[in-house]
């Protein structure tokens, strides 16, 4: 049984450019979390949602930020227009339900030049 | 005030010393409650749920107090490798995100 699969693990974009963040959950798990990592500060929490809902985004900023998680296919994070400030790591977790214990992806460290 | 608290650290230890955190948590209708562990530039790890009884998993022993609502985590006969940031995590019931502490920092000191 995989573990909750994040791609790519390291991400280089360029300011102005789009960013796709990948995260395929563990095998029966329908909840999905992103949670944003700045270097020495805690995690962030961004968006919460189950399959092809979103459940609370409250931590999302309103511009520039969405997500999504089909019904078929993995979850994706998406960042249009990135500037240097979304530097960060950028962490999956799944669960069965909410409010369970959750397991995390290894992240993907994204990079603006 | 912030829904889960930690003191940042550091906790800097010999080994073999027996170090404990505490957590507080603002919501009283919070459910469920773990420990995770994160190393440097890795993912958070699960280490363990905490239960009102309290419960124990080799060195580790968690426990939750709902009357005061804070969580502790207890290490015994540190070991290097347990160096690492420590987070406290909250959830409650229905389609709620998990709440994490900012994290504990503790280095084992040979």
């Known amino acids: 049984n995989a573990g909750v699969m994040q791609n790519p693990r390291h991400l280089v974009r360029r300011r102005g450019q789009e960013a796709r963040l990948r995260c395929s959950p563990m095998k029966g798990h329908s909840h999905v979390y992103w949670y944003r990592q700045l270097p020495e500060e805690g995690l962030k929490f961004m968006v919460y949602?189950?399959?092809?809902?979103?459940?609370?985004e409250s931590g999302m900023p309103k511009e520039r930020f969405s997500a999504e998680f089909p019904k078929e296919g993995p979850s994706i994070l998406r960042i249009q227009q990135v500037v240097r400030g979304d530097s960060a790591a950028y962490f999956c977790a799944s669960s069965t339900t909410g409010g369970v214990g959750a397991f995390f992806g290894q992240g993907t460290r994204l990079t603006v030049v | 005030r912030k829904e889960v608290e930690q003191d940042p650290g550091p906790f800097n230890v010999p080994e073999g010393a027996t170090v404990a955190f505490n957590c507080t948590y603002s919501?009283?209708?919070?459910?469920?409650f773990f420990w995770y562990r994160q190393d440097c530039r890795k993912e958070p790890k699960l280490l363990m749920s905490?239960?009102?009884s309290g419960n124990e998993d080799g060195r580790f022993t968690a426990q939750l107090n709902r009357a005061s609502q804070y969580i502790s985590l207890l290490i015994r006969d540190s070991k290097l490798s347990d160096s690492a940031t420590y987070l406290c995590?909250?959830?409650?019931?229905?389609?709620?995100?998990?709440?994490f502490g900012k994290g504990t920092r503790l280095s084992v000191i040979a």
């Open positions: 949602l189950q399959k092809e809902n979103i459940i609370d």
């Open positions: 995590v909250v959830g409650h019931s229905g389609n709620t995100p998990l709440v």
């Open positions: 905490v239960y009102s």
């Open positions: 919501n009283s209708a919070s459910q469920s």
